[in-house]
């Protein structure tokens, strides 16, 4: 079982920054590829960035540029570095390692990230 707690969220202005982290606890994390996933109301999670074993990163399209995905094995960390932030990035963040989703694995509460003049 992985326990998950994301922070970092906050209220930015357009253009501004943010540093997400997620800590996981209760299992190996350097096993697992770790992503970010974000939520908006009355839409499901989509993937906003990948990170693998290896550090290979992937990034969605509308992020690419932007954001910047990295993992500290050692602290059990991943971290996303958010860049010129725009209204439509306003959303839940929240991470998880796809492969324990599909097992059923639990989320954390998410972080809120608002991008709002």
């Known amino acids: 079982q992985v326990q998950l707690v994301e922070s970092g969220g906050g209220l930015v202005q357009p253009g501004g920054s943010l540093r997400l982290s997620c800590t996981a606890s209760g299992s190996i994390f350097s096993n697992y590829i770790m992503a970010w996933y974000r939520q908006t109301p009355g839409n499901q999670r989509e993937v906003v960035a990948l990170?693998?074993?290896?550090?290979?990163?992937h990034y969605e399209d509308s992020v690419k540029g932007r954001f910047t995905i990295n993992r500290d094995d050692a602290k059990n960390t991943v971290y996303l570095q958010m860049n010129s932030l725009q209204p439509e990035d306003t959303a839940k963040y929240y991470c998880?390692?796809?492969?324990?989703?599909?097992?059923?694995?639990?989320w954390g509460q998410g972080t809120q990230v608002t991008v709002s003049s």
């Open positions: 990170i693998g074993r290896d550090y290979k990163t």
């Open positions: 998880n390692a796809p492969v324990l989703i599909m097992k059923g694995g639990d």
